[in-house]
């Protein structure tokens, strides 16, 4: 949680209002002491699973198992008991967290935790200490509190994220909605466990808790081993980026908007999630080869000689050597290595025609001429959203493939393109670049030394 506006706090206020109505006049205080005493041990089951949450590829995000204690407590306690479990996560041992956070979970686990319970009742669970005889009836009730608790969990979560998430970067969100799913899915299947240390208590007791413990953290520290290799990733991809845009400072943002504008036409045309994940970074890379292109050609001012052209043509193939060992890259290879392919076989650096263009290429062939369009290069003014769509549609069919530029106008109509701020020319001006390789508008001017200046 970044920032809590009025609004967020407003959210949470409603939130721990609605929890605190619902649940506490609804019930007395009970003198059992082992009703007490395993509410004590799931509380605590609660608070060490929230205080070691494993962080997702996204910063934003982190994933704690703690619902399985508060299934637990729905099958052993009942509702009250599952939501006085859930209410513990407000003394979190977690100190970097806010009140405003401390108070949203607490609510928010106590509110799901309560309303699963009631759940498992529902569906005709009895909450005691389950015995051989109640298996395998006691898988349904349990199945509907799990989903209930997961709804209402991931329902409120949702709510706080869309308020709080103003600050996220672009990209975030599409990270942030994997992200979710994934939540979505590791609570249910973290779920089961809640029924085993419920099944496991009548025999070994508040043990139970322990012998459930051990498992989650060695997928803890798997599911942090994977999260660490996904940052390692996007690390690399940065470092690269930087330095192609250091060499060519006009096409500073470049790389991360048309990893953007791959990523929406892969949504858009409902590519799978990681294939998805694949072409962004394959947006993000798509450039790289340019660290093999002399800076001086990259730089040039005016017509480029036939050499310097070539020079230009081989960064595809530059890109390719620069990253091929780079393991997770996989297919985006072929998007970096195509990307200036046309349908009408006129591209570079192989000449591929239609089909036989890889389909990230042609992804990218849209993304990358549009970013470059809408602009600002040092020989004209960068054009608007309507005028740039309305060149890849006069491009469709012979330069980029139709069906990729349909579903990115389609995807800008809906969700809108963040421009780029307006270049600032840096001091060595003289030193920017003049032309631009990606732009289907202007082709590179190039001159043959016996004939002058002709087309590319
Ligand atoms: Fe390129």
Redesign the pocket.
Known sequence: MTRVSRVAWLYIAVVAAVAVTVIMPRHTITHDLQWWFQLGVLQLLFLVCEATPTPLATRQSAWSPSSSATLAAVVLLGPMGAALTGAIAVISLRRQLMMAERLFNGAMYAGSGFAAGKAFEAAGGVPHLPQPGDFPAIIWPFAVAAAVHVVINHGLLWGILRLTATGARPGDRTRLESSVALLLTSDLGYAVLGLIIAALWPVVHAFAAVLVLIPLFVARWAMGQFAEQQRAYAATMEALCQAVETKDFYTRGHSERVSRGAGMIAREIRMRPDRAEAIRYAGML??V??LGVPTKVLQKQGPMTEEEYAAIQL??MRGLEIVREIGFLDEALTGIMH??ERLDGKGYPMGLAADEIPEFARIIAVA?AFDSMTSNRSYRRARGIAEATAELRKQAGTQFDPAMVEAFISAVCRDGWKLPDATAAPADRHLVTAQD??DPTAPLQVIDSALGPGRP
Do not use: I
């Open positions: 798509h450039d080869g340019k960064h595809p990307h200036h990358d390789h990606d």
